[in-house]
């Protein structure tokens, strides 16, 4: 198959969602090299007080967002069109939840924002790694946008599901969006600048993940322990 013909469904139309993915990849290549730099340039900083310092994270932060909305993209034509295989693998929760705090850490201390863990150590499950990982990621970044200072994550097994529950202490998610049905959390809002791309892509993820007749899903509502947002992925 030619470079050409890939972009062509069957019947000979232009498959714009191949043409979408395609680039969608050359974009993520390109952050990704501009995210390096960065990394290597907030990673050389010596004074953390530093003005330019701070407006530098804020870019860094802005950068991997822009990314993880581009691999959020990625992933969901892969599933959408069969062309991604479930990678379960049998893995310590803490170990994980624990590594995508350290990736944000730099960001959270940049805003003041304080972190509690609840997670159980010897809690392990069998999970798609990058897929759980994506979806961490992106609750955590827009927690970061909306939390005053507060952030809670906890994990814990009910009803022979990990509930994995990302809260903060922000004005909480829009009523519409709780009370709603599925769709309303993918409606596009000019004001805020949602897309819902990242609920969309966890319920996918959620959903991607089976056990005989029962599969993930996942929840959103206001109030918790700190009452402000709580998102909850639930996976069998």
Known sequence: ??????????EGGLDFSAVLASSVHDMKNSLGVLINQLDDVVGSL???NDPSGKHLLK?????????????????????????????????????????????????????????????????????????????????????????????RVSVCEKDSYLVICVEDNGEGYPLQ????????????????????????????????HKDKDREGYISIANGGVLGGGVFCIYLP
């Open 1 to 10: 198959m030619g470079a050409k013909d890939k972009f062509y469904g069957r």
């Open 46 to 48: 010596e004074d953390s």
């Open 59 to 151: 870019l860094q932060y802005e950068a991997k967002r822009v990314n993880n909305n581009l691999i959020q993209l990625l992933s969901l034509y892969r599933l959408e069109n069969s062309l991604y295989s479930l990678n379960l693998s049998h893995l310590c929760v803490y170990d994980l939840i624990d590594d995508v705090i350290s990736q944000n850490m730099p960001l959270m201390e940049y805003r003041g924002i304080d972190i509690e863990i609840d997670c159980p150590d010897d809690l392990y499950w069998f999970l798609d790694r990058e897929l759980i990982v994506g979806v961490l990621g992106s609750t955590m970044s827009n927690s970061f946008r909306y939390t005053k200072d507060k952030l």
């Open 177 to 208: 969006m709780i009370e709603g049905d599925a769709s309303s959390t993918r409606q596009i809002n000019f004001t805020t600048g949602s897309t819902g791309l990242g609920l969309y892509f966890s319920e996918m993820v959620a959903r991607f």
